[in-house]
Each structure stands twice: as structure tokens, then as C-alpha cells.
């Protein structure tokens, strides 16, 4: 029906269907996001291991995608990647690999790939654009994983120049929402603070904050994320990265962010900064100048209301969140 509605069907394997990002487009297309002849196919870590090409390849050869969101990767916050910096090149570097490959082998017409801020340069200036990714060595906290997303950028511009493959890349900053990782340990700073918060609130006890609350970063909502990819599927055709981002102006610190939390989950115990653990890099902030040429009006979600939202979601969902 859609064929002879003169609509090319679509059908979009989404890797890592299952975490914050892939969670978030999967509610916006349902939501009235979606568009007739657009098939969706969520898939994660149970339905192939990635980091293996027979299991990639086979599971492009079931789905037969025309298109591929590649969400896929193994992430953790700051003192993971500390830890593991030769785990996250690794599984990364075989996980880009073997999905861009399977990709290009099974004739998919468009892939688009999830980088992060981190990729770019530790000693630069800001703000940073896209021009910049290979510009200099990324912070050395985060080198391994930092490196393995930079080689997307490097392979795509390969499919396109040898293949003709319209493979392109968005960069995101730092993303938070629903179905986050809510890990202290592991997981990124905000869904880490919006757990702590809530475990001080219900114990009584002090929050203790890691770092000096000083170090500045971009929020991006991931239901404004899970949009902005719609529209890169559908509409950005350059192979170039393009950054998403909320506005250099809408930069928050870490005291601020966790204000926001405190405010939100009505904490009212005391804030404690643990200055003997590492801040990460200071600031990084993005340019979203590319994104405004081409969507000018795109309404980002409040920080707070955003904050609101994923802490209410968190409250609700706390016995199956990730921790």
C-alpha cells in the first residue's frame, strides 16, 4: 500500500534499541513521530553480539535494514573509562567495525552513527564545531573510547569515498533521560547524582558530590535527542558529522546540575563536595551553530523541567532501572 502511495518503504534497525537514546526514539515514533512506509526494528545486546562479525553480519541478513541508527557501544562515566580505557578501544573498534561493514555488505542506504563531545580535543579552543574532531589527542581520562568514536568519522568518510555510502555521524553532548544508567559507579554524572540524590533523600544522609562542582557541561534531553536523529535520518544528507546540541548559553556546571536534582526530588539534606576525586575535563563546550543553519526553531526542553521529568521516571521505575 505504501508502494503504490508512491512511499519507498523504510525499514530502520536501530542497535542498542534498548539504552537511553534507542528508548527515547522508540517513544517519540510512537508518539506520532513515526511516518507511514517507516518500519522501526529495536535491537540490543540479546538479540547479537555485536563485537562478533558472523553475529552482526547474520543479524543484517534477518532484518535486511535500508537504513541503521548504530547506537551500539560500550559507555560508562569518567572513572570507567579510567579504568578500562583499552576495553572501551576494543569492544568499540570491533563494534563500529562490523556493523558500518555489515551495512555497506547488505546494501543499507543510509547509516547514521553516535559519536559524543568526548572525541574532540583536550587543548583546544571553544567553542568546538565539527571542523576540530581530529584537531589534536582527546582527554586522557576517556582516550580508548574517545579514539574508537573518532574512527567512525574516519571509516565513513572511507565508505563514502571508496563505496559512494551515505554513512554520516552525530555528536551529541552530554545525554540524559528515562531509562538512563542510574549506575554511581559506573554511569555518567547526571543519572549518577539523580541516584545518589534519591538514595540521601530516603537514607537522610549528606549528598556527596564527586569533584569540585566547577567543571561545565551541554544537557541534551534524549527525547530532544530521539527527534533531532529522526530528522537526520530523514532530512541531513552530508557525511560530515553534525553536532547536537542545546545553545553554548545553556551550559551548566556540576553544582548547578545537582541543584536542579536537589530542587526537583525536594532534597533538603546538606551538599558535601568531594574535592579529592577527579573533576574530568573542565568544560567542553559545542558549537550547535550547524544545527540552528538548518533547524532554526528547534524547541529544546527546559534543563529543569528535562531534570524534573527523568527524576520523576527514576522514582517510579526505581526497582527496574539500570544501577
Known sequence: MT????????????TGGTGLVGKAIEKVVANGEGRPGEEWIFVSSRDADLTNATETKALFEQHKPTHVIHLAAMVGGLFKNIRY?????????????????????TGVQKVVSCLSTCIFPDKTTYPIDESMIHNGP??????????????????????????????TAVIPTNVFGPHDNFNIEDG??????I?????????????????TGKPRRQFIYSLDLARLFLWVLREYDEVEPIILSVGEEDEVSIREAAEAIVE??????????????????????????????????FQFT??????KETCAWFSTNYTDARK
Open 264 to 297: 526537583a526530588m525536594d532534597f533538603r539534606g546538606e551538599l558535601v563536595f568531594d574535592t579529592t576525586k577527579a573533576d574530568g575535563q573542565f568544560k567542553k563546550t559545542a558549537s550547535n551553530a550547524k544545527l540552528r543553519r538548518y533547524l532554526p526553531d
Open 195 to 211: 541516584h545518589k540524590v534519591y538514595l540521601a533523600k530516603q537514607t537522610g544522609s549528606a549528598l556527596t558530590i564527586w569533584g
Open 85 to 105: 580505557n583499552l576495553d572501551f578501544w576494543r569492544r568499540n573498534i570491533h563494534i563500529n567495525d562490523n556493523v558500518l561493514h555489515s551495512a555497506y555488505e
Open 3 to 14: 508502494e503504490a502511495a508512491g512511499l519507498v518503504p523504510k525499514r530502520i534497525l536501530v
Open 302 to 307: 527546559p534543563f529543569r523541567q528535562a531534570v
Open 138 to 167: 582527546p582527554h586522557s581520562s576517556n582516550f580508548g573510547y574517545s579514539y574508537a568514536k573518532r574512527m567512525i568519522d574516519v571509516q565513513n568518510r572511507g565508505y563514502f569515498e571508496q563505496h559512494g555510502c551515505l554513512f
Open 188 to 193: 555518567h554524572v547526571l543519572p549518577g547524582l
